[in-house]
Each structure stands twice: as structure tokens, then as C-alpha cells.
């Protein structure tokens, strides 16, 4: 946590990163970074399109986000059991590039 005097007319939850150089140290606007397996997001336009009613919301929600790990964890599984290395060659053919 940082503090700023209120004349700088920064908002809260800005999110800096803190840099030493040769006189101080130097705080620096950084965009923040979005969880990239957050998909809580995704799962929620889901519900709401499959037409869930208000009170079903949350617990559906709350369903599918706690099967999100076992879910990454078999992907893992069959990826390793089930994939063979390739080279950076190969992958670039298998994909079209």
C-alpha cells in the first residue's frame, strides 16, 4: 500500500510499480493484471444466458467456479498422458504457420 497526498488526485486502487534508482526510488503506473485463469466473467454470462432466475444465480455460479480446478487438473493429466514434445517446427506446421 502506498500513500499519496490527496492534491495528486489519484484514485484509489491504482496499481504502481516501485522501481530503485540512483536518487530514490521511482513509482511507476503499471495496467493491472488481469488473473488469466480467472474466468468468473465468462462463467457468469454463461448463467445469465442459459436463463437462470435470480435466486439460482449464485449458486450455480458458486457450482461451476468450485469444478474449475479439478477441471484444469484433468486437462494437465490428459495433456501429459496423452500428448507427445514437439519442436517448435512441428508445432508451427501443426497449426499453419
Do not use: C, W
Not at 15 to 32: D, Q, R, S
Not at 52 to 58: G, Q, S
Amino acid at each position: 500500500m502506498l500513500t499519496v497526498p490527496k492534491d495528486f488526485n489519484i484514485p484509489n486502487g491504482i496499481e504502481v510499480e516501485a522501481k530503485l534508482v540512483e536518487n530514490g526510488i521511482l513509482y511507476e503506473f503499471v495496467e493491472p493484471q488481469k488473473e488469466f485463469y480467472d474466468f468468473s466473467e465468462d462463467i457468469l454470462s454463461d448463467i445469465i444466458a442459459e436463463g437462470y432466475v435470480k435466486d439460482e444465480i449464485l449458486m450455480e455460479f458458486k457450482n461451476r467456479k468450485s469444478k474449475m480446478h479439478a477441471s484444469f487438473r484433468n486437462i494437465v493429466e490428459d495433456t501429459l498422458t496423452n500428448s507427445k514434445a514437439m519442436t517448435k517446427e512441428e508445432l508451427a506446421a501443426e497449426i499453419g504457420l
